[in-house]
Every structure is written in structure tokens, then in C-alpha cells.
């Protein structure tokens, strides 16, 4: 714990994480793309078709690893924003807005594609389901940061804006966690806890390995979205200084 | 204490001397709601079974769009910076500004809401249930939309962007609060949905001023 701290801190000066990153982008984006490479063919070619979902059941292998990763982006801008409101950090601020459009896009992926399995399963492509609503709030939370983020003259008062908004939105997240254990509705509760998982290893395993890429490929796409935004930081400051 | 009813007074004399405000608020909420039955169609079944809906989201609109109200003037003329001074805590401050807000557009809307139940033909066995939810709903609306109204300070179009940021915010409020009516109807099942509205509403009053005092710090730096 003491060594994540130290090492957070130590990354935590913008010239130090432009070396750090440059040096660690590469190898986190190969990899992604092996991991996703080897978890997409798994999950689409190799893993059987479900016995009920048939062929379509290959969706969720898209579906549960985007969801995931709307919840945790979310709660990595929401950590982000508590460090740059508590201890003013830059790089914080910019890892929070780097995050939001990289986690706006999982949540869509997660709509669009919980909607082309529903259409065959449940035969509608929406419904008013508690945990739809809720991830189409998460989703309109999302465009909200990134609106107030945006809307302001002074950069530095939209940092903080929508460091406060990130924080108010967490109210949330629980309630996407546990709305299909408390209004108990269409779509199917979680099927992988910490405890264990009611799915069969051929399908899990794909599984995990296509979540496993997604969080490479957040990874990779937040350190170049982070790295453009200090070097379009350091462009401006330049500039000024030119006059 | 006197620095909180002092806040309270001055924002009630002012939206009451300004005329039109509490109106407005009221009027946009009745227009609302007229609306719905000519895009619905007038059929009095189809407007019963919806009415309970029609009457929450046109309260969630109407606070929406009364939002401007709660900072806007104050930032624009310099008063918010004398608040932020005075000896009173800016969270205080916050709770006084909401407090007068709510009285001036929530409790107008609650009061005028049986009227409004009664045009789209709401049996008036509901309208108790409706009542009893928008007056333990409309505080979180006010509260909420303290921190939209805080946030898009200084903004650019703010109107539109609080709306953004604090329609998603108000779906619990509409849930329960419309769904109240419905378990009404059914037969008395709407005690869960009010207390759920309730704490909802307690929930906001203890957290919404820390967050909205925060963003008007923030606006006045």
C-alpha cells in the first residue's frame, strides 16, 4: 500500500509522467491489442454458443467487460477529482477529464450492445428497466462532465466545476450495482462475484480475458489522451511566453 | 441564526416585490401540463392513468427552469460575495437561498398542484398521495438544483447546461414521486414510495449545500 502511494506520488509530476509514459505506452497498447487479439477470438469463435442464447450470447463478451468498465472508469474520475479537489493536483484534473470521454464512449458500447441482445432475447430493443435507466444516467452524467468541463473561459474553474459534479454524480453508482438486486426487473443479476461465478470456465474464461483487455485498452487510451493533453498544455504556455 | 432568516427574508421580499417570479414558475407548471392532454389526446382514461406522471415532470421542469433565480442575480450584481464574507458559513447561506427557492416555486407548485390534478382527471382519492409527495419531493429538487445552479456560474449558457446536469439527478424524486400515485391507485401500497421520497429528500438537505457551497467558492474565487 505504502509502495502504490510512493509510487503515485513519484508519478505524480507531469515531466516525470511524460517519461514514465512514453516509455510504458507502447508495451501497454501491444499488449492490449495481443490480449483483446487472442480474447475476440476466443470469445467469437472457439467459446460454444449458450444453449438457450444460442449464437448470440457471444454479445455479452462485448456487453459485461464495457460495463464494467463504465462503472470503473466513473470511479477512477470520481478518485481523480476527490486528489485535485483535496490536494489541488494538476495531473489529476487532467486524468479525470482524459478519463470521461474514454468512459462515455464503454457506456455507449454498453447501451448499444445490451440493445442488439435484448432485441432477440427479449424481444424489445429497450426497456425501463432499473439497471438500463440507471447506466443511461451514467451516460448522461458522462456528457454532463465533459458539457461543464468545456463550458467555461477559464480552464481551471472547469477543472474544478466538474471535479464537484464527478463527486455529486457517485450517488449513482451503487444504485447501477445493486438495481437489479433491490427492483428485481428484467435485466438478470450479476452472475460473477468475488465468491465465485455461475457461468461455465469455456465461456468465463473468455471472458475475463476480454475484460482483462478492455482495462489494457483504458489504460493506454487514458495515457495518450493524458499526454496530449499536457503537451497541448505546454503548446499554450509556449505560445504565451513567445507572445 | 438572524443572518439565516435574514437571508430568507430578503430572498422572499425580493421574489415577491420582483412580481412575476413566483408566477412564472407557476405558469410554465400549469402550461406544462396543459400541453400533455393535447399531445396525448384528450381521452379521460388514457389522461388518468398518466396523470401522476404528467404533474412530476412538469414539476421537474418547472424547477429546472427556475434555477437561474437562486445564484444568477446575486453573482451578477455582486451580493454573493458579500454573503460569502459575512460571518455566516456559506453552506448556511446556501440552505437559506433553497429555503426561500422552495418556497417561492416548490410549495407554489404543490399548492396549485390539485388544481392541475383535476384537469387531467386524477380521481381526487389520489390527490392526497400527490400532494404528500410533491411537498416531501420539491425540496430535493430545490436542493439539487442548488448545485446545477452553483456549478454553471460563470458559464457559458448555463440555463441549458444546469439542465443537463441536473435533470439526470432528479430521477429518483420522479420515480418515487409518480410512482406513489400509481401504488395509490392500486390500492394503498404508497407509504414505501414516500418514505423512499422522504429520505431521498433528507439525504439532499444534509449533502447538496456542502457541494453547492463548495462550487459557489469556486465560482467566486
Known sequence: MVQVAMTITYLANPARFMRVSAVLLPWVAGLAAVVLAVGLYWSLVIAPPDYQQGESVRIMFIHVPAAWLASLVYLVIAVASFVALVWRHPLAEIAAQAAAPVGAAFTLVCLVTGSLWGRPMWGTYWVWDARLTSVLVLFFLYLGYIALVSAFDDPARGARAGSILALVGVVNLPIIKFSVDWWNTLHQPASISLTGSTIDPSMLWPLLVMAVGFMLLFAALLMVRMRAMLNERRVRALRLQGG | ?221
Open chain 2, 1 to 221: 441564526m438572524a443572518g439565516f432568516f435574514a437571508l430568507v427574508r430578503r430572498d422572499l421580499c425580493l421574489a415577491w416585490r420582483q412580481g412575476g417570479e413566483i408566477g412564472l414558475a407557476v405558469g410554465f407548471f400549469v402550461l406544462a401540463v396543459v400541453l400533455f392532454p393535447f399531445g396525448v389526446g384528450p381521452e379521460p382514461e388514457l389522461l388518468r392513468r398518466v396523470s401522476a406522471g404528467i404533474i412530476w415532470v412538469a414539476a421537474l421542469l418547472a424547477a429546472v427552469s427556475s434555477l437561474d433565480r437562486l445564484f444568477a442575480a446575486d453573482h451578477a450584481d455582486g451580493g454573493l460575495d458579500l454573503i460569502a464574507l459575512s460571518p455566516l458559513p456559506l453552506e448556511v447561506a446556501v440552505l437559506a437561498k433553497c429555503l426561500a427557492h422552495w418556497l417561492t416555486t416548490g410549495l407554489a407548485l404543490t399548492i396549485v398542484s390539485p388544481a392541475l390534478a383535476v384537469i387531467v382527471d386524477m380521481a381526487s382519492a389520489d390527490m392526497p398521495v400527490l400532494v404528500l409527495g410533491l411537498l416531501l419531493g420539491t425540496p430535493a429538487l430545490t436542493l439539487i438544483g442548488a448545485i446545477g445552479a452553483a456549478l454553471t456560474l460563470g458559464a457559458r449558457r448555463p440555463g441549458v447546461l444546469s439542465a443537463l446536469l441536473v435533470l439526470p439527478l432528479y430521477l429518483p424524486p420522479l420515480i418515487f414521486g409518480a410512482g406513489a400515485v400509481e401504488a395509490g391507485m392500486g390500492g394503498g401500497g404508497a407509504r414505501a414510495h414516500l418514505l423512499l421520497l422522504g429520505a431521498f429528500s433528507l439525504g439532499a438537505l444534509v449533502l447538496a449545500p456542502i457541494a453547492a457551497a463548495a462550487a459557489l467558492r469556486d465560482a467566486l474565487e
